[in-house]
């Protein structure tokens, strides 16, 4: 059933054809009758008819076409015809498919037609017979259509208006995918940069070590090579892991945890062992941070090493300290190198990106020379309710 109407609804022409017949069918009989020519009954007939064939493309045409022969045939005959149920089918076409305003009025002209028609077809029934069959079957049909017709007008109004809004929230849904791609593409990029940026600056820096000190000193040149080795495969790990998170569809891709706060330990050794002077002082008692705080408290502290190898010098030492007070936690890392800016790579992964991570969670960071020489990063990040990802306390 469902079929033939999904089929019936793609040729509607077909449809308005055979109700044409139809009708043309039931009004052949009385058409003719009444003692009328067959010249003036058949146009008539056809006026009334051929409309029905053609109401959804012009339903005001129509329904004006079906209306004037109607007005003739109830001018110039003594009895209604079948083909008087013209009428209300054009009017629900006129309801369901042009505005409210345009089928009242059509709506109007139908009544007014209908009470004309009892008037001068019921001429030997009294007053009250000829208003109860007006409001009955004239008026009664002519309402009947209109309201099913207006019913399918707000009907199909609704569908339209469901439709346009799921294609909006689609959009929408689309739209804020998009969003959230590039800012997981963001952080990603931002995550690549702090990792071979780092990773990358200490083995350039065993490796000179290890060009000098390869004739002079092969141990040393030896340890060099190792800590080569080691890095990159920290390094090759990392970007395993970062690279788990664009795959699409493996739920089994292994991730490495997230560095934190209790990994700068490993960071200062690192750093140590490329040949920097670097100290970590803790003051206050640690206290939970916000969901990736302490991540963007690493990335602080690993990207200012980063730029003090790059742009403070070989012989420069850095401090690093980590100070708990009510508000959260203040990272401050500075070095007694020659000042130069901590500049980004030039897309915006270096200062800038550090600026990004902490403000992300609610904090601020300032960064530039100091008067004595050297170059001091600061960023406070407020505390959250969460546990504390990981302690360590004294000098080192």
Request: glycine share 10%; charged share 15%.
């Amino acid at each position: 059933m469902s079929a033939v109407y999904a089929w019936l609804s793609r040729h509607p022409q077909l449809v308005d054809g055979l109700l044409a017949l139809l009708l043309a069918a039931l009004g052949a009989g009385s058409a003719f009758g009444h003692g009328r020519p067959v010249l003036v009954a058949l146009p008539l007939l056809l006026a009334m008819i051929v409309p029905v064939a053609f109401r959804r493309r012009n339903p005001e045409a129509a329904f004006s076409v079906a209306v004037v022969a109607g007005a003739i045939q109830l001018a110039s005959s003594s009895g209604p015809s079948g083909a008087d149920l013209a009428i209300p089918v054009l009017l629900y076409t006129l309801a369901a498919y042009r505005p409210r305003r345009v089928s009242l009025a059509g709506l109007g002209i139908c009544l007014v037609g209908s009470i004309v028609g009892v008037l001068a077809w019921t001429n030997g029934l009294d007053l009250y017979r000829k208003i109860a069959v007006a409001l009955v079957i004239f008026c009664g049909t002519a309402l009947v259509a209109w309201v099913l017709g207006d019913s399918m007008r707000y009907r199909r109004a609704y569908y339209a208006a469901l439709e346009e809004r799921a294609a909006r929230l689609e959009r929408e849904a689309d739209a804020q995918a998009q969003i959230a791609t590039a800012a997981e593409r963001a952080r990603i990029a931002r995550e690549l940069h702090d990792v071979i940026a780092h990773h990358v600056s200490v083995m350039v820096v065993q490796a000179d070590g290890a060009g000098y000190a390869l004739d002079s000193n092969p141990e040393r040149a030896r340890r060099a090579l190792a800590a080569i080795s080691a890095t990159g495969r920290q390094t090759l790990t990392e970007m395993r892991r970062l690279l788990g998170l664009l795959r699409s569809g493996d739920a089994r891709t292994e991730l490495t945890p997230q560095p934190g706060l209790g990994q700068l330990r490993e960071l200062v050794e690192q750093a140590r062992a490329a040949g920097m002077s670097v100290s970590l002082t803790q003051q206050g008692a640690p206290h939970p941070l916000a969901d990736g705080a302490e991540l963007a408290a690493y990335r602080v502290v690993q990207e200012s090493l980063t730029n003090t190898r790059k742009h403070a010098g070989l012989a420069a030492a850095a401090s690093i300290t980590l100070r708990y007070d009510n508000d959260g936690l203040v990272v401050q890392v500075s070095d007694n190198g020659r000042g130069a800016p901590a500049a980004g790579d030039g897309a915006g992964h270096g200062l800038a990106g550090m600026r990004e991570r902490v403000e992300m969670y609610g904090g601020t960071m300032t960064a530039g020379p100091l008067t004595d020489g050297g170059y001091q990063v600061t960023a406070q990040i407020p505390a959250a309710p969460a546990l504390a990802r990981g302690q360590f306390g004294g000098a080192a």
